[in-house]
């Protein structure tokens, strides 16, 4: 298939690499210059691993190029729109400027037939529109979620878990659309099974819906995962009170096989570009819908999982048993999650930030993300090695769960700072170990203190 890639940021790049590898000819196009001169030399502009193989695959093979000029998209039968849609400023709701922007300047290089796919994420009520304009230059809608997950979006996007098509005419629990034409439809979610043929052949389960639906999962899916993270913490504030530990308790839920162990991890919390938005974009959307307890529910979340940064300063000042105001405090970790650069909503940062206004040196270290952050955030300090961080620190803060910090020795740590407490913002560390070298550990949820 002939495949063009609209939009190559984050999601769009590993898209257009993944595509290139299942053996089509596919051209990225974004209206950013540096961004396309990165990828055409097979250098991905964000840290995801297996990308740059996969980009250096498809180039060398001759089945993977980019560009800036959206008339390179004529050539092909299938577009896909992977355009970012970020939080509107001041408001919860969902930015679709560059949506719009994309299928216009693609619709002129459009073939009577092609075939678009919506794979951004966007508030449910918005494809349906979508296809009517597309209908005027006699394409096709298919509304197709990603799935993504940041540090494993390559397997993510080459062994899914289930493929959704969104489509304009559906029969979905007994409920026929009547919109849209049946035989196009038809031939449309043909193309993407061709396109997809070799996940499909693999088994991976492909489920037809409406685009309401199709849209609703994605950010349905999302903003569930952050209810659950939510609510793990919000246990652990009443642990705290109860002098309970909250990962004895996460490990029990984890063990029901009605709850399931995946986000329960107690901490700091959620952030990034995709959890927060969706879920202030839900809470928008349901407030438009008039469905007041839904919207409650989705806020009360956003609440709680803000209040995560206030629990670790006062964290920090427990380790400091005073104000952070005149201290030195090594911050472990700037991204938003491991194995990733992104510094978007990232609950590490504004932490670090809090602390700084609050009169406190900030010496910040990432394994990957210090060069991000430090164009997002330059008032910050930052290092690049843990050594050059907590030389000399009142405290530190281990923010970001990497690997590498979890597996720190304490004993050789102690000889570099000035004192021996910790704040384990994301309960990860082995306490007897730490506390066995003389440590004060201080963690959201867990009984305190937390030394021999």
Known sequence: MRISVIGCGYLGAVHAAAMASLGHQVIGIDPDPAKIASLSSGRAPFFEPGLPELLRQGLDGGRLSFTTSPSAAAANSVHFICVGTPQLPGSLGADLTALDTATEELMPHLRPGGVVVGKSTVPVGTARPLAARLADAHAALIWNPEFLREGRAVADTLAPDRIV???????????????????????????????????????????????????????????????????????????????????????????????????????????????????????????????????????????????????????????????????????????????????????????????????????ATDPRAVETARAAHPALAYTGTVMEAVKDADAILLLTEWPEYRELDPTRLASWTRTRQVVDARCVLDIPTWAAAGWTVHAPGRPVPLNV
């Open 165 to 363: 098509y969104g489509l304009a005419t559906t029969t979905a629990r007994g409920f026929a659309n009547d919109t849209g034409d049946s035989a196009s439809t038809a031939r449309a979610a043909g193309s993407l099974d061709q396109v997809y043929a070799r996940l499909l052949e693999s088994g991976v389960p492909r489920l037809e819906m409406s685009y309401e639906s199709a849209e609703l999962v994605k950010t349905s899916a999302n903003s569930y995962l952050a209810l659950r993270v939510s609510f793990i913490n919000a246990i652990s504030d009443l642990a705290d009170s109860a002098g309970a530990d909250i990962l004895d308790v996460a490990a029990a839920l984890r063990l029901d096989e009605r709850i399931g162990k995946h986000f329960l991890n107690p901490g700091l919390g959620f952030g990034g570009g995709c959890l927060p938005k969706d879920l202030h974009a839900l809470t928008s959307r349901a407030e438009q819908l008039d469905a007041p307890l839904t919207a409650a529910l989705l806020s009360t979340a956003d609440q709680i999982n803000v209040s995560r940064r206030a629990r670790v300063v006062e964290l920090t000042q427990r380790a400091l048993d005073g104000p952070v105001a005149g201290s030195r405090l090594a911050v472990l970790g700037l991204a938003f999650k491991p194995m990733s650069d992104d510094v978007r909503n990232s609950q590490s940062i504004l932490v670090a930030e809090a602390l700084a206004a609050a009169g406190a040196k900030i010496v």
